[in-house]
């Protein structure tokens, strides 16, 4: 009955368990072994173990929970960008597999496109990494 109530005030909080922070779903007490639900995973433990087993969650305070979270980026908005470039960017790439094949000599220009196209895929990456910073802030 002691278990049965330290479980029931565990349902809905936070608690750090194995270096990951875990919301208590609910559980379940079958026989003599425990079902942990939480938002993470189900973990399983017997009733003798449970005492013991329950120390190891550590009560965790003031968390966000990602599903309170605000999107942090539009990704439609970011595919709209993105894809009016793409199929320049793949002709070129294509391009440039095209000619390697015929020519060795222009490899120095190719290695260049290549640097180039790798710093725009770079950009894009920050860019992306800056709206979801600024999601983060609102």
């Known amino acids: 009955m002691q ?6 005030s565990m349902i809905g909080k936070s608690y750090m368990y194995k270096t990951f922070i875990h919301r208590i779903i609910s559980y379940e007490h ?4 425990i079902l ?3 938002n993470k995973e189900t973990i399983t433990f017997t009733s003798s173990q449970a005492e013991k087993k329950l120390d190891e969650f550590l009560p965790v305070a003031n968390i966000i929970e990602p599903a309170e979270a605000k999107p942090a980026v539009n990704n439609l908005v970011l ?3 993105i894809k009016e470039d793409l199929p320049n960017l793949t002709d070129i790439i294509k391009g440039n597999i095209a000619k390697l094949q015929s ?3 222009y ?3 190719a290695a260049a496109i290549n640097e180039s196209i790798n710093s ?3 950009l894009v990456k920050l860019e992306i990494m800056v ?3 600024k999601g983060m802030g609102n």
């Open 3 to 8: 278990l049965e109530k330290r479980l029931d």
């Open 30 to 33: 079958i026989s003599s072994t």
């Open 36 to 38: 942990l639900h939480t």
């Open 79 to 81: 595919y709209e960008k």
């Open 103 to 105: 020519s060795r000599e």
């Open 107 to 109: 490899i120095p220009q």
């Open 120 to 122: 725009l895929v770079n």
């Open 131 to 133: 709206k979801k910073l």
